[in-house]
């Protein structure tokens, strides 16, 4: 069984550039999660999927994120434009549909904004 | 407001040391608690996982207990190798909520 995937492992941008951060969750997970680092900092939540819909966002650290899950499969997370401040390790985990269930973490996505 | 604390921020042992990890949380209304390892540049790998029902689990050489009344948790390695080098992170999700709150992590150094 794959486990969860992320693209790109390494992004460099400007500030003022736009990212695409995609995660792929492990096949038949509705649940997906996505947590950052930033230096120095413990991994913090950022927002939680159930299948397409978005379940909690209160992680997002303001409008300049946005995050999508089209059809329940895939999610991306959207830097527009990004900041300094963005950078950080993003990972995207996912889980079964069901209380208390394991999460599963991708790779993560190492984001430096220059 | 969930709060999780891990003690100590580094630890270097020989190897062959027994070693226990710290965990604790503030709020005890918890679904379960995960111990997750990350190495240098690498994702989180899961290691036990602890439904709020239980209190310990096993995997090999590690051993993770849980006392939710009190709001701690230790991750115990037996017969530590060099290879157990790594940050160890524990990370609780609170009761209601699927999202996980982490600690900084301790930095583990295991030297021949």
């Known amino acids: 069984e794959a486990g969860v995937t992320q693209f790109p492992s390494h992004s460099v941008i400007e500030k003022g550039q736009t990212v695409t951060l995609r995660c792929d969750p492990i096949s038949g997970h509705d649940n997906l999660y996505w947590y950052r680092r930033v230096m120095g900092k413990e991994i913090k939540f950022l927002l939680h999927?159930?299948?397409?819909?978005?379940?909690?966002e209160s992680g997002m650290p303001n409008n300049r994120f946005l995050a999508e899950r089209t059809g329940g499969t895939y999610s991306t997370l959207k830097v527009q434009p990004a900041e300094l401040e963005d950078s950080g390790v993003y990972f995207c985990?996912?889980?079964?549909?069901?209380?208390?269930?394991?999460?599963?973490f991708g790779p993560g996505t190492r984001l430096t904004v220059t | 407001k969930q709060e999780v604390t891990q003690i100590p921020a580094a630890l270097s042992v020989p190897e062959g040391e027994n070693l226990v990890l710290n965990c604790s949380f503030t709020?005890?209304?918890?679904?379960?608690l995960q111990w997750f390892r990350q190495d240098p540049g690498k994702g989180l790998t899961s290691l036990l996982l602890?439904?709020?029902?239980?209190r310990e689990q096993t995997s090999g050489r590690l051993n993770a207990s849980l006392d939710k009344s009190s709001g701690r948790s230790t991750l115990y390695i037996a017969a530590s190798q060099p290879g157990d080098s790594a940050t160890y992170l524990c990370a609780v999700a609170s009761y209601n909520t699927d999202k996980l709150i982490f600690g900084t992590g301790t930095r583990l150094q295991v030297f021949p």
């Open positions: 602890i439904q709020s029902s239980q």
């Open positions: 709020d005890s209304a918890i679904y379960n």
């Open positions: 985990a996912s889980s079964p549909r069901r209380a208390g269930a394991e999460q599963y």
């Open positions: 999927f159930v299948k397409e819909s978005k379940q909690d």
